[in-house]
């Protein structure tokens, strides 16, 4: 004759926990979508600069990062500085550098927070 057990899911649940089998996945919560903005395409020289971060490894595991500035009219490079590390505050010294010879932009669009930038 069989023995029957009667198991609730919990009991269950932790039997699995413990025995390394299947456990249930958290799912990630999904954000809102937002509605696409179009990107003005500037019409002369100096109306929009693009301000971007990069990081990346050497093969000696020598971590560096990039901040690059750019002009989206004709995709001119005004400004590659590349170091071990690049703070907000070096960033900021470093914009000024082409506003000085160059004119500050109308806009500069950025991917990193802004409150970074402003302090």
């Not at 019409?43 to 971590?63: E, F, G």
């Not at 991917?111 to 970074?116: F, G, L, S, Y």
């Given at each position: ?5 009667s198991?609730?899911?919990k ?8 025995m ?8 990630e ?20 600069w693009?301000?971007?971060y ?5 093969r000696n ?13 004709n ?15 070096r960033?900021i ?11 500050a ?14 302090k």
């Amino acid at each position: 004759m069989r023995a029957h057990y009667s198991l609730n899911d919990k009991t269950i649940y932790w039997i699995d926990a413990e025995m390394g089998l299947n456990l249930r996945r958290k799912h990630e919560k999904r954000l809102l979508a937002r509605p696409l903005e179009s990107l003005p395409w500037p019409l002369r020289r100096n109306t929009t600069w693009s301000l971007d971060y990069i990081a990346d490894t050497l093969r000696n595991a020598v971590n560096f990062r990039n901040l690059n500035i750019c002009d989206d009219f004709n995709r001119e490079a005004l400004l590659i500085a590349m170091d071990k590390s690049l703070t907000s505050e070096r960033g900021i010294r470093e914009v000024a550098g082409p506003i000085a010879w160059r004119g500050a932009p109308t806009m500069i669009r950025v991917d990193i927070p802004v409150q970074i930038l402003c302090k």
